[in-house]
């Protein structure tokens, strides 16, 4: 009789579980609300209107149908792995797994970390690349008859007109002499998405009609927003005449940053320091183009 009570008391104290049977084996529903603290072993399939809770319990799922849903909405987080493929049937997830991004790949230049691409990758130029791209490689160019030239100077810009096989081919050039300290001038506005921190590679291209000796030329950057107070920098550099008349000379400056600011204009010197003793070519040089190669900021 004692036994009786006290088993009719526990009873009352929990909610209520039933156990029936049918063919397909035992049915367990609950009465009431509660939460199973310890495990539950089920060895066919479960069916509920709602399941509530993080996944974080959910493990061993390998069959593709063993987790499915094909009308109301399921949120999951903290899942565990699963070992099998996950099949979502609807099409009203705010995420859709069947459509987001599986795996980021490496083009040209492009290096990424991890190499496979997937999960938190991340992406590096290596430079190199066409123009937009950052750390690439621009130009400015200056043609030859495009600097200026003050009335009171040794160089002086010219058309000229020389034969090829029988053809005449104008060029303009700017003209310096060889006994003349010579200077030419030009304004350039920078583009905004110059590297000053970059350097510059600044390709001097000239031609003569002499065959020996050597040309010194100087180079010259200032960036003073007041032109009567020029801030020159300035590098020379050394270059041997080609062997044969009217062959392109070549002469190249590098030059570490110049405080050149994107955006701003600056202003560059070119001369022939016709009075140096390294400067041994008789006649003139005549200048075709004067470039200046930087990277760009993007």
Known sequence: MKLKIILSILLLASPLWAISSNSSGNTVKKIGDSTITGSLTVTSSVTANTFIGNGSGITGVTDANALTQSSATITYTNIETFSGSMTIITNSLDTKLSTGVTQIIAGTNITITPTDGRGNVT?????????????????????????????????????????ISGA??????????????????????????????????????WISTQTTGNVVWELGISTTNNFRTDNWVAQSATTTVSGTAYNINSTVFNLASQSIVAGQPFKVRLRRIADSSDDTMAGYSNVLSLNIAYKRLY
């Open 168 to 205: 005449s081919v104008p060029y303009n050039y700017t003209m310096f002499h060889e006994a003349t300290i010579n200077y030419a001038y030009k304004t350039i506005y920078a583009p905004n998405y110059l590297n000053d921190a970059g350097g510059y590679t600044v390709t001097l291209i």
């Open 123 to 163: 992406i590096n130029s290596s430079g190199g690349g066409g123009a937009g791209v950052a750390g690439s490689t621009a130009s400015i160019t200056i043609n030859g008859g495009g600097f200026d030239i003050p009335s009171l100077n040794g160089a002086i810009n010219f058309k000229d007109e020389y034969l």
